[in-house]
């Protein structure tokens, strides 16, 4: 039997699922056991999300996995340190969802065609400087609760919209409700967006091989480059950075942000890297950034 430990929301158990599906059609014989808990950040639904440092939500899960009590964590790649536990490692992804952020709204409009001073609801510094920096007459309010709970919450009263992960959206069948995608040529993604991070123990050799079998390459390839672009920032950022690798024939390209919270200054690079190596693709982004004058806000936190 394998143990599959995951955290309780809707969103994280259709991601479990989507993983587990896979598993189950690749491994019919095997028995597959899910395990839910609630981390910290799901227990501290009051807090600014400002204030939750990465892992927030994956670290009691992963504390499981470390002492023997589930064989697998399923999280959402954007959730995950810089850096793994000691002693943890990933062990493949199945195929990325769709990367991009989408805006929902009560009046269905893209955001330049949004109202003056439309309240949009995120929690997400990153989200907040690059709404800033298209619309700053926009009112960016913290919203936090379920995916769910934040589309309930945007269609008026407090919020006139709010901005989520499409991905969240499709898994949950409610991309419907999409207003508009936004391109990541202007609006970078989080690390590890729209990819699930399954994580086992080192030296589990039977349950790695079992995941490196669903292994879907090119995802764990733009994984791989994107966490390897957060590891050269230090990983623990306080001001917003953020990277989208894709692969383009046999080259990778990564799209890379940082910004001040505010959005009074951005910076971007673009760059195109041999895809065989994308750990140091992920260095060469970050690279690229700080020269594009990024390293007066990231290094001088």
Same mark, same amino acid.
């Given at each position: 039997?394998?143990?599959?430990?995951?955290?309780?929301? %809707?969103?994280?158990?259709?991601?479990?699922?989507?993983?587990?599906?896979?598993?189950?059609?690749?491994? %019919?014989?095997?028995?597959?056991?899910?395990?839910?808990?609630?981390?910290?950040?799901?227990?501290?639904?009051?807090?600014?999300?400002?204030?939750?440092?990465?892992?927030?939500?994956?670290?009691?899960?992963?504390?499981?996995? +470390?002492?023997?009590?589930?064989?697998?964590?399923?999280?959402?790649?954007?959730?995950?340190?810089?850096?793994?536990?000691?002693?943890?490692?990933?062990?493949?992804?199945?195929?990325?969802?769709?990367?991009?952020?989408?805006?929902?709204?009560?009046?269905?409009?893209?955001?330049?065609?949004?109202?003056?001073?439309?309240?949009?609801?995120?929690?997400?510094?990153?989200?907040?400087?690059?709404?800033?920096?298209?619309? %700053?007459?926009?009112?960016?309010?913290?919203?936090?609760?379920?995916?769910?709970?934040? +589309?309930?919450?945007?269609?008026?009263?407090?919020?006139?919209?709010?901005?989520?992960?499409?991905?969240?959206?499709?898994?949950?069948?409610?991309?419907?409700?999409?207003?508009?995608?936004?391109?990541?040529?202007?609006?970078?993604?989080?690390?590890?967006?729209?990819? +699930?991070?399954?994580?086992?123990?080192?030296?589990?050799?039977?349950?790695?091989?079992?995941?490196?079998?669903?292994?879907?390459? %090119?995802?764990?390839?733009?994984?791989?480059?994107?966490?390897?672009?957060?590891?050269?920032?230090?990983?623990?950022?306080?001001?917003?950075?953020?990277?989208?690798?894709?692969?383009?024939?046999?080259?990778?390209?990564?799209?890379?942000?940082?910004?001040?919270?505010?959005?009074?200054?951005?910076?971007?690079?673009?760059?195109?890297?041999?895809?065989?190596?994308?750990?140091?693709?992920?260095?060469?982004?970050?690279?690229?950034?700080?020269?594009?004058?990024?390293?007066?806000?990231?290094?001088?936190?």
């Amino acid at each position: 039997m394998i143990r599959v430990g995951t955290r309780k929301s %809707p969103l994280a158990l259709a991601q479990t699922e989507e993983v587990l599906s896979q598993l189950r059609s690749r491994f %019919p014989d095997e028995t597959f056991t899910v395990v839910t808990m609630e981390t910290a950040g799901d227990r501290n639904r009051d807090a600014p999300l400002l204030s939750l440092e990465r892992g927030t939500f994956s670290t009691d899960i992963e504390r499981l996995l +470390l002492d023997g009590k589930i064989d697998l964590a399923v999280h959402s790649a954007k959730d995950l340190t810089a850096t793994l536990p000691e002693g943890l490692a990933l062990a493949g992804t199945v195929a990325r969802q769709d990367a991009r952020d989408a805006l929902v709204n009560r009046w269905g409009e893209s955001l330049l065609r949004l109202p003056p001073k439309a309240r949009i609801g995120t929690s997400s510094p990153r989200r907040a400087a690059q709404l800033s920096e298209i619309r %700053p007459d926009v009112q960016v309010l913290p919203i936090r609760g379920n995916v769910g709970t934040r +589309l309930d919450k945007a269609a008026g009263g407090e919020y006139d919209g709010v901005v989520l992960a499409v991905a969240g959206l499709v898994r949950l069948g409610r991309q419907a409700e999409i207003a508009e995608y936004l391109a990541p040529e202007g609006f970078t993604p989080e690390v590890g967006q729209g990819t +699930l991070g399954v994580e086992v123990r080192i030296g589990d050799t039977r349950t790695a091989r079992m995941l490196d079998a669903i292994n879907h390459l %090119p995802s764990s390839i733009a994984l791989k480059a994107e966490r390897s672009f957060l590891q050269r920032l230090g990983g623990g950022c306080k001001v917003p950075v953020a990277a989208y690798a894709r692969l383009d024939g046999r080259e990778i390209r990564i799209l890379a942000m940082a910004a001040l919270p505010d959005g009074s200054q951005i910076y971007r690079a673009d760059v195109r890297c041999d895809a065989v190596d994308p750990i140091s693709a992920g260095i060469e982004a970050a690279e690229a950034l700080l020269a594009k004058g990024a390293r007066e806000i990231v290094l001088a936190e």
